[in-house]
């Protein structure tokens, strides 16, 4: 039977980690963005050895991951979409690495949940390095005040920065000033790069960059 789902997945992934490899030294992690995918799909790409994936919302990220986690000890599960106070306890108890804290409230509400949920995941703070009104995102100017009350303050264990750049503007000096802030805050992580422009993040020094459409196919 000619496996029409996993060879071609594999594939796509083979090269687009051959690409990140070609773009940087080391090359950044590949965050597969599994979010609206069927099973089908991720039990594949799951098959060929991805194991770190993205999910924007956490009630699908329980529907795809509770049950695969058990089945899969080493996943590395990140949250890279908004995330409201109230489901602060759920996505604790799911996610390894949360990227999109961007308020002191939810910096807040994370503290407490890990308090009670007695997980630690590791947290970016997304940045909104276009400051546009309607998106996420700390602005560059108030970043160091964020980062005071969510390491200070809460303890939380903040490893990088992650940014969604404008769609209607060129991404490279979105993801310069990101890599410029990063460093002035003495942090390492840089979730940047999608599936329009992830080998010009993996240039400009990302260390993870999140992949939908490129790795799995139109959503
Ligand atoms: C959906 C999503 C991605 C992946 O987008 P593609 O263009 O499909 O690669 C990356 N980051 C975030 C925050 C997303 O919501």
Same mark, same amino acid.
């Given at each position: 039977? !000619?496996?029409?789902?996993?060879?071609?997945?594999?594939? #796509? #992934?083979?090269?687009?980690?051959? *690409?990140?490899?070609?773009?940087? +030294?080391?090359?950044?992690?590949?965050?597969?963005?599994?979010?609206?995918?069927?099973?089908?799909?991720?039990?594949?790409?799951?098959?060929?050895?991805?194991?770190?994936?993205?999910?924007?919302?956490?009630?699908?990220?329980?529907?795809?991951? !509770?049950? #695969?986690?058990?089945?899969?000890?080493?996943? *590395?599960?990140?949250?890279?979409?908004?995330?409201?106070?109230?489901?602060?306890?759920?996505?604790?108890?799911?996610?390894?690495?949360?990227?999109?804290?961007?308020?002191?409230?939810?910096?807040?509400?994370?503290?407490?949940? =890990?308090?009670?949920?007695?997980?630690?995941?590791? =947290?970016?703070?997304?940045?909104?390095?276009?400051?546009?009104?309607?998106?996420?995102?700390?602005?560059?100017? $108030?970043?160091?005040?964020?980062?005071?009350?969510?390491?200070? *303050?809460?303890?939380?264990?903040?490893? $990088?920065?992650?940014?969604?750049?404008?769609?209607?503007?060129?991404? $490279?000096?979105?993801?310069?000033?990101?890599?410029?802030?990063?460093?002035?805050?003495?942090?390492?992580?840089? +979730?940047?790069?999608? +599936?329009?422009?992830?080998?010009?993040?993996?240039?400009?020094?990302?260390?993870?960059?999140?992949?939908?459409?490129?790795?799995?196919?139109?959503?």
């Amino acid at each position: 039977m !000619t496996d029409t789902v996993s060879i071609p997945l594999a594939k #796509r #992934r083979d090269a687009i980690l051959a *690409e990140l490899a070609q773009a940087a +030294s080391p090359p950044p992690c590949l965050v597969a963005v599994s979010k609206t995918q069927h099973d089908e799909k991720i039990d594949a790409i799951l098959a060929a050895g991805q194991r770190v994936f993205g999910e924007n919302r956490v009630q699908e990220a329980q529907a795809h991951w !509770t049950e #695969r986690r058990r089945q899969y000890p080493d996943l *590395e599960l990140r949250l890279i979409g908004p995330l409201q106070t109230n489901k602060a306890d759920d996505a604790v108890a799911l996610f390894d690495v949360i990227e999109t804290v961007d308020r002191e409230k939810l910096a807040r509400a994370l503290a407490k949940a =890990i308090a009670k949920v007695g997980r630690t995941p590791r =947290i970016f703070i997304q940045v909104n390095t276009g400051e546009e009104p309607q998106k996420a995102g700390v602005t560059p100017d $108030g970043l160091e005040a964020l980062l005071k009350v969510a390491v200070e *303050e809460c303890g939380l264990d903040v490893q $990088g920065l992650m940014c969604i750049p404008p769609v209607d503007e060129p991404a $490279g000096p979105h993801f310069a000033l990101l890599a410029k802030l990063a460093r002035r805050q003495g942090l390492r992580g840089l +979730s940047m790069g999608m +599936s329009g422009d992830y080998t010009l993040a993996a240039q400009f020094g990302a260390t993870h960059v999140r992949i939908g459409t490129a790795l799995f196919g139109a959503r």
